[in-house]
């Protein structure tokens, strides 16, 4: 029997193009259920007809079904995508402008920060009804998730939902390796990796090539360009000897050394408010597809697979090994970071479904700037789930960009107008403003 996939936000067209290109690219996936889901009816028309071409580019003969009714289309699913964004551009917007009010630089703000907090609180509803409706509907169903923050995601989902199989799925270990591999002139098929640690902040512990460790390639490279040392991550790594697995934009916001420092954000060539002209180049790259589409009847798609969830599918259907970054819920998988929040290690797929490995400790740095990431993601997801504002301020006050950057009152009167701007994308209970102005002595 087909397996059937649900893409919940199909309306990403972009990334429901680069997933069905690789699904679609596995000849024992050619002929797979796939059901499309969106709130936007226009989106999703869009998205069918980007599966109807990338099939036909494939050679592929999919059946393939759009609903803007989610139970309909989790219904019998076996495979779950989570790619939604709650409240789109508009949101992102608020999140990046309201911060930059009260002096707090950001980057992307989709993980951690005052921005992650908000993205995770606004997702938060969304992702409890998917779960109530997998439970009823498909409750063996994998639910892989894309969505930001991940960590918190994750972690929401095995509070709410501890009996759903979930995944988070993240590219940024693969192409970090891949990067890493060009600086140093060595073929990515050569090498060899270990890396493990939290979303967006884990750490390349083992980097080889026929056993040989290849950092002394890299130290190499560093010494002989100033510029590449004028990178966030780069000079992480110099300072605490793993490399860290995510962008120098990304890596800046989860640490307190460098976003409140002009001096620092010039030396370093960091991009402040980077993820505002991304998101508007993805709306322009929507338009760009959507315009394509009516005058042809396939797309381009890239060959060989990059993105995970195509694998895992693979994986566990045709039960070839695989190993992957995944993100899962730590029981002591990385013995000292604390159980219950989700962390990411290698994971190996096959026909009796996802395996995570075991790490032991991290190293004692690395652990460290880990537990601090953990702060805002527990904090946040807790808020949620005990229905009390105060923790959500909470999760702002030991955040260390945010620590770094704003006082406490500042950041209560911040997170009162992020609650006031997201209104009722947030939980109810989470809408209360909090802040009282201090008494002069």
């Not at 059937?4 to 936000?9: E, F, L, P, R, S």
């Not at 697995?245 to 990304?250: D, G, K, Q, R």
């Not at 508007?280 to 315009?291: F, I, P, S, T």
Request: hydrophobic share 40%; net charge negative.
């Amino acid at each position: 029997m087909k397996p059937t996939i649900v893409i919940i936000g199909a309306g990403s067209v972009e990334f429901t193009r680069e997933l069905l290109g690789d699904i679609l690219s596995f000849p024992e996936l050619g002929s797979v259920r796939v059901v499309l889901h969106d709130i936007d009816d226009e989106r999703l028309q869009t998205a069918e007809a980007i599966v109807r071409a990338t099939a036909r580019t494939a050679g592929a003969s999919p059946e393939v079904v759009s609903t803007t009714d989610r139970r309909r289309a989790l219904d019998g699913a076996d495979y779950v995508i989570n790619v939604i964004q709650v409240g789109m551009h508009e949101a992102t917007l608020r999140d990046f402008e309201i911060p930059a009010k009260y002096g707090l630089n950001q980057t992307i703000a989709d993980t951690i920060g005052v921005g992650g907090i908000f993205r995770g609180l606004r997702t938060f509803p969304v992702l409890a009804g998917i779960a109530r409706d997998m439970e009823e509907l498909c409750p063996d169903a994998w639910l892989l998730n894309y969505t930001n923050p991940m960590a918190m995601n994750v972690t929401y989902l095995h509070r709410v939902a501890p009996r759903l199989k979930v995944l988070g799925l993240c590219h940024s270990v693969y192409w970090t390796m891949v990067g890493l591999c060009e600086l140093v002139d060595v073929p990515f098929d050569q090498v060899s990796y270990w890396s493990a640690g939290v979303n967006h902040q884990a750490w390349v512990l083992r980097w080889e090539r026929d056993g040989q460790s290849l950092y002394p390639l890299l130290d190499q490279r560093i010494a002989a360009d100033p510029e590449l040392r004028r990178r966030v991550r780069v000079d992480m790594y110099r300072r605490l000897g793993y490399y860290p697995t995510e962008t120098s934009e990304h890596s800046s916001e989860y640490v307190p050394w460098y976003l409140h420092d002009p001096r620092e954000i010039e030396r370093l060539r960091i991009n402040v408010g980077e993820y505002v002209s991304i998101s508007e180049a993805n709306m322009a790259e929507y338009q760009r597809v959507r315009a394509e589409l009516t005058d042809t009847e396939t797309l381009p798609i890239d060959t060989g697979s990059t993105e995970y969830a195509p694998q895992v599918i693979h994986s566990l259907e045709t039960g070839t090994p695989r190993v992957i970054s995944a993100n899962i819920v730590n029981d002591g998988l990385i013995a000292n970071l604390p159980d219950g929040v989700a962390v990411e290690v290698p994971t190996l797929l096959d026909s009796l479904g996802a395996h995570p490995m075991k790490v032991g400790d991290l190293p004692a740095q690395c652990a460290a700037l880990n537990r601090s990431f953990l702060g805002p993601v527990d904090l946040t997801v807790r808020a949620a789930v005990e229905g009390d504002p105060r923790l959500v301020r909470a999760a702002a006050m030991v955040d260390p960009n945010t620590a770094a950057s704003l006082s406490v009152d500042r950041i209560w009167e911040l997170c009162d107008e992020l609650t006031a701007a997201h209104g009722d994308l947030l939980p109810d209970e989470l809408r209360e403003t909090l802040f009282t102005p201090p008494v002069a002595n």
